[in-house]
C-alpha cells in the first residue's frame, strides 16, 4: 500500500448519498462531501438520526454508499480497508476471552502471529491502567473500563484511521470526561487519523480539530469548522473562553435547526 | 445460597413428598396395587438393588449413547443450515416434517431395520432428543450482537474464526439449555425402545412388573428413572460450569 502524499487527503467523500430501502426508501446521507488529511481529528457532530453513524459505517466498508464516491488513500473503500481501527458504543467486548484477549483480536482475525502483538497489548492496556486486568474477563470490569479496553483494542494495530461510534455514549458523565481526556493524550501522541461520532457539543470541541455538523434526516453537512484550539488540552480548557465560544457557537447552530431550544 | 442449601432444599422438599404420601396412603387405606406406599417401594428395592442397578446402567447407556449422537449430530446441523443459507432452505423444512411423525409410531420399524438389541433404542432416544439441540443451537449461533459481527468483518476475520472464535461461544448458553432438554427426551426415547422391545433395561421391568400387577416394581422403576433423570441433568450443570468459565468465575484459571 503506498503512502498517500501527506497534502493528499487520507479521506475523499465526494456527493456520498445512502438511501435504505430502495428508491422510495429513507435517505440517511445526502450528497456528503468532505475531506480529511492525514492526523486530523474530526468530530462528526449531530442529532442522532442524523446519518453520521451510517457515514462512518461507509467509511468501515460495512455499508456501500447509494451514489457517489468514497475514497480512502485514493482507493474506492469497497470492505473494511487494511489499517482500519474501530470502536462502537456498545464495547462489543467478547466474554468469553479474558481483557488481554480482547485487545489481541484485531492481530488474532487478522491472521497475524498472536503472540507478536502481546507486548503492544500490555503497553497500550498499561497506558490506561488497566495492566493489572489481562487475565480478568470482560464482566468484572465497569463500564468505563470495558470502553477502555474496547479502545485499546482498536489501537492494537497502530490503525492509520481510527473510527469512533459515540464510543462514550453509555457512560456517566464523570468516566466520559475521564475517557475523554485519556483518548486526547492518546491521540496527541500518536496523531491517527480519528472520526469520532458524537452528539455531545463538549466532547466534539474538547477532542477534535475540526467539527463536522451533520442535519438531521436527511444527513447533510451543515458546518464544517476547523478549531483553533491548543493541541495539548486539559478538561480545564472547557472553562476557558475560546472553548466556551466554539461550544456557544454550535449551541446557537442547533438551535437555528431546531434541535434544542434555549 | 449456599452450597448446603443448593443439595439440602431440593433433598428436603423430596421427603416432604414422600412423607405425605406415605400418610395419605395409609390413612386413605389405598389398595398397595392401585398405589403403594414409598415404604413398600424401597422394600421392593432392597429385595434386588443388584438386578435393578443392572437394568437402570443398561437404560443409562442408551440414554447417554443416543444423547450424545442428538448432541454431537444436533450441533454440526445447526450449524450448517446456519452458514449456509441455502442448505436451511433445502433441509429445515424437511428436518421439521420428519420431527412431526410421532417416534413412537416409526419404533417398530427400527426394530424391522435394526433387530432387537441396543441400536433401535439408541436410534429412538437419538431421534426425540435431536430436535432440541438443532433448534436451540441454532438460535444460539444466531445470537451473536450486530455490532459484534460489524467488528469481526472490520477486522478481516474469516468465516471460520467468526465461527469458532465468536458465534460458537455465543451460542454455548443456548446449546447448553438444548442439550438440558435432549437428555430428559432421551431417556425418554430409551424407555420407548424398551417398551417396544427389550429383554433388559428399566423400559422393560415396567413392562413386565405390569403384565404381573408388581405396582411396587412399576413404581420402583419409576422412582429409579426419577433420580436418573435428576443425575444426568445436574452432570449437565457440572460440565456447563466448566465450559463456560466466563459466566461463573471473574478470572480464567491459570495464565498463558
Known amino acids: ?262 | 445460597m449456599s452450597r448446603a442449601g443448593r443439595i439440602l432444599l431440593p433433598l428436603l422438599g423430596a421427603v416432604l413428598f414422600l412423607l405425605a404420601w406415605e400418610v395419605a396412603v395409609r390413612i386413605l387405606g389405598v389398595r398397595p396395587i392401585m398405589l403403594p406406599p414409598p415404604s413398600a417401594i424401597l422394600h421392593e428395592l432392597s429385595t434386588a438393588p443388584l438386578w435393578f442397578a443392572e437394568q437402570a446402567v443398561y437404560t443409562t447407556l442408551i440414554t447417554l449413547a443416543g444423547f450424545a449422537m442428538a448432541a454431537v449430530l444436533g450441533v454440526a446441523f445447526s450449524i450448517l443450515i446456519v452458514e449456509w443459507a441455502v442448505l436451511e432452505r433445502i433441509l429445515f423444512p424437511l428436518f421439521v416434517a420428519l420431527n412431526s411423525v410421532p417416534k413412537v409410531a416409526v419404533a417398530p420399524l427400527f426394530i424391522i431395520w435394526f433387530g432387537t438389541g441396543s441400536e433401535p433404542k439408541i436410534a429412538i432416544a437419538f431421534l426425540i432428543a435431536v430436535f432440541a439441540v438443532v433448534i436451540d443451537s441454532a438460535l444460539g449461533l444466531r445470537s451473536v450482537p450486530a455490532d459484534t459481527l460489524d467488528l469481526a468483518r472490520a477486522l478481516h476475520g474469516s468465516r471460520f474464526k467468526v465461527l469458532v472464535r465468536i458465534k460458537l461461544y455465543c451460542a454455548l448458553p443456548h446449546i447448553f439449555a438444548g442439550l438440558k432438554v435432549a437428555m430428559s427426551l432421551a431417556l425418554v426415547g430409551a424407555i420407548v425402545g424398551e417398551f417396544v422391545s427389550s429383554g433388559r433395561g428399566l423400559g422393560y421391568v415396567i413392562l413386565t412388573a405390569q403384565g404381573q400387577f408388581d405396582t411396587a416394581r412399576v413404581f420402583a422403576a419409576i422412582a429409579i428413572l426419577g433420580v436418573l433423570g435428576v443425575v444426568l441433568i445436574g452432570a449437565l450443570d457440572v460440565v456447563e460450569r466448566y465450559a463456560l468459565p466466563w459466566r461463573h468465575r471473574v478470572a480464567p484459571g491459570s495464565g498463558h
Open chain 1, 1 to 262: 500500500m503506498g503512502r498517500a502524499d501527506a497534502s493528499q487527503p487520507i479521506i475523499v467523500s465526494r456527493d456520498l448519498t445512502k438511501r435504505f430501502g430502495g428508491r422510495a426508501g429513507l435517505t440517511a446521507l445526502d450528497r456528503i462531501s468532505l475531506d480529511v488529511r492525514e492526523g486530523e481529528f474530526v468530530a462528526l457532530l449531530g442529532p442522532s438520526g442524523c446519518g453520521k453513524s451510517t457515514f462512518l459505517r461507509c467509511l468501515a466498508g460495512l455499508e456501500q454508499p447509494t451514489e457517489g464516491e468514497l475514497l480512502f488513500d485514493g482507493r474506492p473503500i469497497q470492505g473494511p480497508p487494511q489499517g482500519l481501527g474501530i470502536a462502537f458504543q456498545r464495547d462489543a467486548l467478547l466474554d468469553w476471552f479474558d481483557v488481554l484477549q480482547n485487545v489481541l483480536l484485531p492481530a488474532e482475525f487478522g491472521g497475524l502471529r498472536v503472540r507478536d502483538h502481546e507486548p503492544r497489548a500490555r503497553e497500550l492496556l498499561r497506558m490506561v491502567g488497566l495492566q493489572d486486568f489481562a487475565h480478568v474477563y470482560p464482566s468484572a470490569l465497569s463500564g468505563g473500563m470495558r470502553q477502555r479496553v474496547a479502545i485499546c483494542r482498536s489501537l492494537l494495530l497502530e490503525p492509520r484511521l481510527l473510527l469512533m461510534d459515540e464510543p462514550f455514549g453509555a457512560l456517566d458523565a464523570m468516566t466520559r470526561d475521564q475517557l475523554n481526556a485519556d483518548l486526547h493524550r492518546i491521540w496527541a501522541d500518536r496523531r491517527m487519523t480519528t472520526l469520532f461520532v458524537t452528539h455531545s457539543i463538549t466532547e466534539a470541541v474538547f477532542l477534535s480539530t475540526r467539527v463536522v455538523v451533520f442535519s438531521p434526516r436527511p444527513g447533510r453537512v451543515a458546518e464544517n469548522v476547523v478549531l483553533d484550539l491548543p493541541a495539548h488540552r486539559t478538561l480545564a480548557l472547557r472553562e476557558e473562553p475560546e472553548f466556551l465560544r466554539y461550544a456557544r457557537g454550535f449551541r446557537a447552530l442547533f438551535e437555528t435547526m431546531g434541535l434544542i431550544h434555549g
